[in-house]
């Protein structure tokens, strides 16, 4: 989805997508599934850049990391973002990043890149819900500490995968006889 920023106007313009609209299902399907989603943002000049602010509410298929049933996690994301116009970096170009992820102000925007006139949105959502993809996906706990989804005791659990249990690969070797 090729949005042209040089055809929105000084009040800007605001852009809905859903299942029903389609122009981002394909690009979203290796990360959504047939899930349904909600993804609204408004787009405005701003100085030589462009404001991005909106919504996206939606769904994503995961395996949940205490007992590896499938569960449907729900993804709620405000969009914030500057939209900067970036030629080809100069031989000695330099720039400065934020030393520790600690330092970022999530109150304030961030910087996104476009070349030319044209930013892909589609590109950029299908980054931003990948990137709300939890490292450890589990569904949330009951008052009493158990998984809301399969009941498992969760509280002073140590989920891990214990390699003791499994015979050793060369262990049947040992009983191998070769017939002539």
Not at 23 to 29: K, R, S, T, V, Y
Request: aromatic share 10%; glycine share 6%; hydrophobic share 30%.
């Amino acid at each position: 989805m090729i949005i042209n920023l040089a055809e929105i106007s000084d009040s800007g313009k605001s852009f809905v997508f859903d299942r029903q609209t389609g122009e981002l299902n394909q690009i979203l399907e290796d990360i959504l599934g047939k899930n349904p989603y909600q993804i609204d943002f408004f787009i405005r000049p701003i100085g030589t850049g462009y404001e991005l602010t909106g919504n996206v509410k939606t769904k994503i298929n995961e395996l949940c990391y205490r007992c590896a049933d499938d569960i449907q996690l729900d993804v709620s994301l405000k969009l914030h973002e500057l939209l900067l116009h970036h030629d080809a970096e100069p031989r000695k170009y330099q720039y400065a990043k934020t030393n520790h992820l600690s330092e970022l102000n999530s109150t304030e925007p961030n910087a996104v890149f476009y070349e030319g006139t044209q930013f892909d949105a589609g590109e950029y959502l299908h980054e931003m819900i990948a990137l709300e993809k939890p490292l450890q996906p589990a569904p949330p706990q009951d008052e009493d500490g158990k998984c809301t989804q399969c009941g498992i005791e969760c509280r002073n659990q140590f989920f891990s995968y214990d390699e003791t249990a499994k015979q050793k690969p060369f262990e049947t070797l040992k009983t191998f006889k070769l017939k002539n």
